[in-house]
């Protein structure tokens, strides 16, 4: 049996530019994938998930919707209820501040007797 020896690579093999070393590397936009699943297989694959995840997602926003149709027709009914409450005490205040104007009615003038004819 040997024992394994570690290889030192020579300073001749290691590119001393970035060039060089992108030289050595196939180039990759020219490459035409092969390997994988057919497209056809992954969009099937996707619309199988999105109809899988909509169900839950309707639910969710069916019931949100429902709760916020809730929260609104309660706040209109609660400013309802204080509309007619409020309407009476809006009323009486009013009709205290509203003061109605001076009549006059025609007094016919009475004349005084003179006190001529009597002496005390």
Known sequence: MS?????QPSLEDIPQDADELLAGLPPLLSRVPTAGPPIW????????LLLLLVPPFTLVITLMGVALLMVLT???????????????FLLVRR?????L??????VPRL???????VKP
């Open 3 to 7: 024992t394994p020896a570690l290889i």
């Open 41 to 48: 297989v992954i969009v099937g694959f996707g619309g199988v």
């Open 74 to 88: 309660l706040a209109a009914l609660v400013a309802l209820i204080g509309a007619v409450v409020a309407a009476p």
């Open 95 to 99: 009709a205290r501040s509203h003061r």
């Open 101 to 106: 104007p001076h009549l006059s009615l025609p």
């Open 111 to 117: 004349h005084h007797p003179t006190s001529e004819g």
